[in-house]
């Protein structure tokens, strides 16, 4: 059956990955910062959680804007692309990583200066790198995802 010249083939690991890492990059900046900030002001897990996932999304479009920006493009349109590139990525990613710490024990009451903070925060976006990184190859295999971004660079 042909499917015409549209046909997209399917995304290697290494793009995968890399979209991926790309991801992982603003969903760990934003996850640490949200920590550090809840800790300084003795907010609770759930409003630190809540504002590192924010700042994980943030950060994530933040990335994918600045990169497509360079290339000249209008802001409202690299706005729609870093939307449609990063979201599910993001989501993922922070599904996996948040859910991974809920259920490690004693780790969402880890403080910045402990061990358990950082290795469960290693672990979690580890795991959620291998999770996310399918998702991505199959975006980016079917036009998806950050395959729009590369059209912009």
Same mark, same amino acid.
């Given at each position: ?14 793009? /995968? *990955? ?9 969903? *760990? ?6 920590? @550090?900030?809840?800790? *300084?002001?003795?907010?609770?897990? @759930?409003?630190?959680? $809540?504002?590192?996932? @924010?700042? !994980? ?13 360079? !290339?000249? @493009? /209008? ?5 729609? $692309? ?8 993001? !989501? ?9 710490? !809920? ?26 790198? $291998? ?15 950050? *395959?729009? $971004?590369?059209?912009?660079?």
């Amino acid at each position: 059956m042909d499917h015409g010249p549209h046909t997209h083939t399917g995304a290697s690991w290494q793009t /995968a *990955a890399q979209a991926t890492l790309h991801c992982l990059t603003g969903c *760990a900046i934003g996850e640490v910062l949200g920590m @550090v900030i809840g800790t *300084a002001f003795g907010w609770g897990n @759930v409003p630190t959680t $809540v504002l590192a996932i @924010v700042l !994980a999304f943030f950060f994530g479009y933040a990335l994918t804007l600045r990169g497509i920006l360079r !290339a000249g @493009v /209008a802001f409202r349109t690299v706005f729609r $692309v870093a939307l449609a590139a990063d979201t599910l990525s993001i !989501a993922v990613m922070e599904l996996i990583d948040n859910g991974v710490i !809920a259920l490690w024990p004693a780790a969402m009451d880890a403080e910045l200066a402990d061990a358990l903070f950082w290795v469960s925060l290693a672990v979690s976006l580890a795991i959620a790198f $291998v999770v996310t990184t399918p998702v991505n190859k199959w975006m980016i295999g079917r036009g998806k995802g950050h *395959a729009v $971004v590369h059209a912009y660079h």
